[in-house]
């Protein structure tokens, strides 16, 4: 119970660069290793993310763990049982777990009072967490209906959606992926608005917090 009630606070800042670490890896690097590799490698860096996340926060740690076990074990079965519950189930579960850890970050955000290095990667691991967070609620649309997306592929992948999310996110849009059901346009627009909101008002705290420890 200590672990999570008081951590060291090197152990925070190491789990920054970590969870920096392993969602660089998962969006940027997996796809360069062979397809057959895909599966496996997406799957231990994103597990890696879940628990790692955990560590950069300052409550609520404890009840998260409880979350992120859970998205874990869902989601190792998920990849081994073909069973449309089962993949729900993971998917609520990370949509919940990715939710809070945004929300979590962003407010640490605002309460820090110095615009250090620490901040700046706290800035950087919640907008590659909200990226995530809308790979599951694209991961949700498609099992609920296959036809929310139009995707290239037959079967698209968690990279595809990554892909399209981060696209999406940074407003850049190449238009080979395209939202087809209502729900899924509206999904479309929440992510490109959150993304450009989101630099927004980040970049507006940093501003402001180096500019008051400039005049103090």
């Known amino acids: ?44 860096f994103y597990s890696l993310i879940f628990f790692t996340a955990i560590f950069t926060l300052d409550t609520g740690r404890k009840s998260l763990f409880i979350v992120a076990v859970v998205a874990f074990i869902t989601e190792w079965v998920a990849e081994r049982i073909d069973a449309s519950l089962i993949h729900y189930i993971s998917l609520l579960v990370n949509v919940v777990f990715f939710q809070i850890i945004v929300i979590k970050l962003i407010i640490q955000i605002a309460k820090s009072k110095k615009a250090d290095a620490g901040v ?25 209906d296959p036809n929310s997306f139009s995707f290239p592929v037959e079967n698209p992948t968690t990279q595809d959606f990554t892909y399209f999310t981060f696209v999406t ?27 450009q909101i989101y630099v927004a008002i980040i970049i507006a705290m940093l501003v402001g917090k180096y500019a008051s420890n400039q005049s103090e």
Not at 13 to 30: D, M
């Open 1 to 44: 119970m200590g672990l999570f009630e008081k951590l060291d606070p090197k152990i925070t800042q190491y789990s920054r660069w970590l969870l920096l670490i392993f969602a660089f890896i998962f969006i940027f690097i997996t796809p360069f290793f062979p397809k057959d590799l895909h599966r496996i490698l997406g799957s231990v």
């Open 120 to 144: 700046i990667f706290e800035s950087i691991n919640g907008y590659l967490m909200m990226g995530l967070m809308f790979v599951t609620w694209i991961a949700v649309a498609m099992l609920f």
């Open 169 to 195: 996110m940074t407003t850049l849009g190449y238009g080979e992926i395209t939202p087809v059901l209502p729900f899924a346009k509206s999904l479309s627009i929440l992510i490109s608005t959150s993304g």
